[in-house]
């Protein structure tokens, strides 16, 4: 047996480099209501579906005491809904500009479909927010065979919903000749929970948190420093393998493939 699927997260993964389309919304929908959030705070639930993402700024401590100095108790879930409606227009108002394939998706994507392996994905994004991402990723080289979003399922990421509904689709199984690659804590969560192999991509995430610019103007210790502590969080988290760059994703498939199936 050999590995038959890749199922990839979107932003930070496949497109949008370091994952800056709904940073700077998060940023900016709470900093309108007077609550200053540092992007390590705005990145932490990144991978989750977008309105448990707000849920969990609201719950982290700091956020929750800032947001009872201000309103007078703690943010309640039709605050969440408040925010989350202020969210999903100032996000679809950008979202286009963010779907760039990464470096080396393009052609390393050909590369895995002519090692017979098929390509699904999963998104903390909505469909409705897919359906802007899917046709300009497209039209910039990059295509899934299945993409699902995680408001057509029960519960988004970590649950592994998202994950069968690809293995159903793309008639793959068992699930340990499939592999979930991702950016975030929440993608590696999700294949773990699935039991499929779970790896996290380092250069490009929304763990990294640069541009590629930012990335490339750091001398070679610097970037190695950042890309460890990025790889620690993955395994923390439960990762199976943590790469450093897309391109690396086919050496590793041979390598499950030869040692480890």
């Not at 497209?138 to 919903?161: L, N, T």
């Not at 380092?202 to 210790?221: N, R, V, W, Y």
């Amino acid at each position: 047996m050999n590995i038959q699927a890749i199922i990839f997260d979107w932003a930070g993964t496949t497109v949008d480099y370091g994952c800056f389309a709904p940073l700077e919304v998060f940023l900016k929908i709470f900093g309108d209501r007077g609550i200053s959030l540092t992007d390590a705070e705005a990145r932490e639930p990144m991978g989750k579906l977008k309105w448990d993402h707000i849920r969990a700024i609201c719950d982290m401590p700091r956020i929750a005491q800032a947001w009872k100095s201000a309103f007078g108790s703690e943010p309640t879930n039709a605050d969440v809904d408040s925010l989350y409606a202020t969210f999903e227009p100032a996000l679809f108002a950008t979202l286009k500009n963010y779907t760039t394939p990464i470096p080396d998706v393009v052609e390393t994507v050909a590369q895995l479909r002519e090692m017979g392996i098929k390509i699904g994905s999963t998104t903390g994004y909505t469909k409705a927010m897919m359906d802007v991402v899917l046709p300009e990723a497209a039209k910039k080289g990059y295509a899934p065979d299945f993409c699902i979003a995680s408001d057509e399922v029960p519960a988004g990421r970590p649950y592994p919903w998202m994950i069968f509904r690809n293995c159903e689709k793309l008639n793959v199984y068992p699930l340990m000749s499939v592999v979930k690659i991702g950016d975030t804590v929440a993608d590696i969560q999700e294949g773990v929970n699935a039991a499929c192999w779970s790896v996290g991509i380092i250069e490009g995430s929304s763990e990294m948190g640069l541009t590629k610019d930012q990335f490339d103007s750091l001398d070679p210790l610097e970037q190695g420093e950042r890309m460890a502590v990025v790889r620690e969080r993955f395994y923390e988290a439960g990762a199976d393998f943590a790469i450093n760059r897309f391109r690396d994703i086919p050496d590793l498939i041979e390598r499950i493939n030869t040692e480890y199936l």
